[in-house]
């Protein structure tokens, strides 16, 4: 993610986007990606709002704007060990803003900070004995409070980190499971200002040390 952000370039495609990403991916040491063979989902503009399978993702044919909102989604895979991280970049005058205080749009620094702000309050709501409904319902709590929604098309807001997709839990209504019956489970709520087109998304992986959460 850190190299993506010095090569995105104004008139750059998407497509060109996704393939740099993937690239590196595999240079960096991933075997495949585990998430329907995708390695980068990549949005701007708008589309940052969108949520879709990945069984049914294409890369929009658009190009990056001097002044644009991107998000990548990251899927990498080691053998049997996944990565999974997302980011949501803002492009200003043609330069990538990594300090999200020198962002001069204020809905999307805002959108980055609500982003920052939910993940530091899973750090300090998160418990071993924290079921995934319990979570759910704090966080969508505090977006709702906020001004936002989840925009996630199935409504929640990360999963366990299994070896099949098809094994994974969720972060969602009905999962009395606890968090540490998992070994990692993400959390990347994807969310947007209740009224606006753009859409904002943070991802990392998380786990238990002792009674501590710990960002991987």
Do not use: C
Not at 28 to 37: E, M, Q, R, V
Not at 68 to 95: H, K, M, Y
Not at 130 to 156: R, S
């Amino acid at each position: 993610m850190q190299y993506l952000q010095t090569q995105i370039k104004a008139g750059m495609t998407l497509s060109e986007l996704r393939q740099l990403a993937e690239n590196k991916m595999i240079e960096l040491g991933a075997t495949s990606f585990w998430y329907w063979d995708v390695g980068a989902f990549v949005f701007s503009g708008f589309d940052t709002s969108l949520s879709v399978s990945g069984k049914y993702y294409k890369t929009a044919d658009k190009v990056i704007n001097a002044n644009d909102i991107i998000t990548i989604d990251l899927s990498p895979q080691v053998d049997n060990i996944w990565g999974d991280f997302a980011r949501t970049i803002i492009v200003e005058n043609g330069t990538v803003i990594s300090d999200i205080n020198k962002i001069s749009n204020t809905e999307w620094k805002n959108g980055l900070l609500m982003e920052e702000m939910l993940h530091k309050e899973l750090l300090l709501f998160a418990k071993p004995e924290t079921t995934f409904e319990d979570l759910y319902f704090y966080i969508n709590g505090l977006i709702d409070v906020n001004g936002y929604i989840n925009l996630d098309f199935m409504g929640n807001l990360g999963h366990s980190i299994v070896t099949d997709k098809s094994d994974r839990i969720f972060i969602e209504k009905g999962n009395k499971a606890t968090l540490n019956s998992v070994k990692h489970f993400t959390f990347e709520p994807h969310i947007a200002l209740k009224g606006s087109k753009y859409g904002y998304k943070k991802e990392n992986i998380y786990r238990f040390i002792g009674n501590v959460t710990e960002e991987l």
